[in-house]
């Protein structure tokens, strides 16, 4: 029955959304236990596949541009999601799998089965399930029993560290991107080396800082989507931060000097 629900969500909200950053559901059909989906073909895969197989494959790996073209995509299409469609929908599952790139390298939103949707203005439903992905799961979703916008700019967050990174979020120890990024003297340490030095160092300053930002353990902390857009779009500067992201004095010594 979960998957069932899992189907019925995502054809609720991606048959209905129209976005240029949004995967488009074009059909479906169940047959006895064999749930199917038809979205648009995406030819170039999902942004995990170039960040991580091909370089691996072919040794190509995404550039600066491309990499910031896909992180301000993806937030275009949160906000929508977020503040600009009838409905409030909190997709739940942001993370490089489901971010997929067409033909031109823009990023398009994917599966929406762990999507929830809200009625603006309405009151929260409640869930008795944590849904997500390890790594990209806010801190205060084993607390709470709802879903809310702040849990996908945390994710957003994540994903935009990785995507300057080139690293996963997780690894078999103790290693979490955002505190990894946090610790480094020297932000720019964190710039995937792959890229030498083919890489707009400004660009790569505010995302890292948006990232943390997004990252806070504190969910009133957080930026909305359109702040992020306006923030990488340099709409808008970058705030100081002057308290501690959430986090231990230890792990915040040398913040000043980074930003």
């Avoid at 945390?154 to 979490?176: C, H, K, M, Q, Y």
């Amino acid at each position: 029955m979960q998957g069932v629900r899992e189907f019925v969500a995502e054809i609720e909200s991606l048959g209905r959304l129209r976005h240029k950053n949004l995967v488009n559901l074009q059909g479906w059909c169940k047959h006895k236990n064999d749930l199917l989906l038809i979205y648009d073909y995406i030819p170039s895969g999902s942004l995990d596949s170039l960040l991580y197989s091909r370089p691996r494959q072919s040794g190509a790996v995404l550039s600066w541009n491309v990499r910031f073209q896909i992180a301000k995509g993806a937030a275009s299409g949160l906000l929508y999601l977020h503040e600009e469609w009838e409905k409030i929908v909190v997709h739940r599952d942001v993370k490089p799998s489901n971010v997929l790139i067409d033909d031109d390298m823009n990023p398009r939103l994917g599966d929406f089965g762990l999507a929830r949707l809200y009625e603006r203005g309405g009151s929260l439903s409640h869930t008795t399930v944590v849904v997500g992905t390890i790594g990209y799961m806010a801190p205060e979703l084993t607390r709470r029993k709802s879903s809310t916008a702040s849990d996908d700019v945390f994710a957003f967050g994540v994903l935009l560290l990785e995507i300057v990174s080139g690293r996963r979020p997780t690894d078999s120890g103790n290693f979490f991107l955002p505190d990894w990024v946090m610790e480094l003297r020297e932000i720019l340490t964190a710039v995937d080396p792959r890229l030498g030095s083919c890489y707009d160092s400004i660009e790569a300053k505010v995302s890292l800082a948006v990232g943390l930002l997004c990252c806070h353990q504190r969910p009133e902390s957080r930026p909305s989507m359109r702040m992020v857009l306006r923030y990488l779009n340099g709409d808008e500067d970058v705030p100081v931060i002057d308290d501690h992201w959430g986090y231990s004095d230890s792990s915040t010594s040398d913040l000043g000097s980074k930003f």
